[in-house]
């Protein structure tokens, strides 16, 4: 009985993980990108599921089942495609207490058609990423300053930083200024003025134009509701 319970209960885990599953909302901001990408184990022993790309954030999710924690994104349905390095557009790895994310697709080449892309698994739960927030993702190497009215916040290369309960004026608005740390000095990156998000939420991510290497701000309203 011993030797049995030592054989059925790693089997059972394995089919427990096997059986993992994560909501997940892709995004890409390149224009001619894929609408449809499959997810594969990267062995190419099993497909994952299929995920829609947008330009926007909405409601609209897909659910991805992962054995290993990671996957790697392919235009096609068979799993063996995950395997072949030309076909790979991407991988990510999901930790497995993620239940929610937002898939965001980065390019990593200039050549528009590649679509060769640095996969970011961005957690949307209520308590990383709460109703009349903001969520500042620093996705470029250089470090970024913050200037949120009269607050000023400095935001690591590689890191993301909730932002709430900020001063809104009588527009119900704070005004914004990003700077980017390049060659020892900060350059400005963008300017204006934030929206109170109310009870939805907002999405700011910097990044860097692969053909220029710009960096640039990009902000993308998330209508649906925390998870």
């Not at 109703?131 to 970024?144: E, H, M, Q, R, T």
Request: proline fraction near 6%; charge should be neutral; hydrophobic fraction near 40%.
């Amino acid at each position: 009985m011993k030797l049995l319970s030592l054989l059925v209960l790693p089997l059972l885990a394995a089919s427990a993980f096997a059986q993992q599953e994560i909501r997940v909302r892709a995004l890409s901001f390149t224009p001619e990108f894929p609408v449809e990408l499959h997810a594969h184990d990267p062995s190419g022993s099993e497909t994952a599921g299929l995920i829609e790309i947008k330009s926007f954030l909405n409601h609209e999710s897909t659910s991805l089942k992962c054995r290993s924690g990671r996957v790697v994104f392919t235009r096609r349905s068979n799993p063996v495609s995950a395997t072949r390095v030309d076909e790979v557009l991407g991988g990510v790895d999901l930790p497995a207490e993620m239940k929610s994310c937002i898939l965001l697709f980065l390019p990593e080449s200039k050549d528009a058609e590649a679509f060769k892309s640095r996969v970011i698994a961005i957690d949307d739960s209520a308590v990383a990423f709460p109703a009349g927030s903001f969520l500042f993702s620093n996705l470029s190497k250089f470090p970024v300053k913050l200037e949120l009215g009269n607050e000023k916040l400095e935001i690591p290369a590689g890191e993301t930083k909730k932002i709430s309960d900020l001063a809104y004026g009588d527009s119900q608005s704070v005004s914004m200024r990003a700077y980017s740390q390049q060659n020892g000095e900060w350059k400005l990156v963008a300017g204006g003025g934030w929206t109170n998000p109310g009870s939805k939420r907002v999405l700011q991510i910097v990044t860097e134009d692969p053909a220029s290497g710009r960096v640039e701000l990009k902000g993308v309203r998330d209508v649906a509701a925390a998870p």
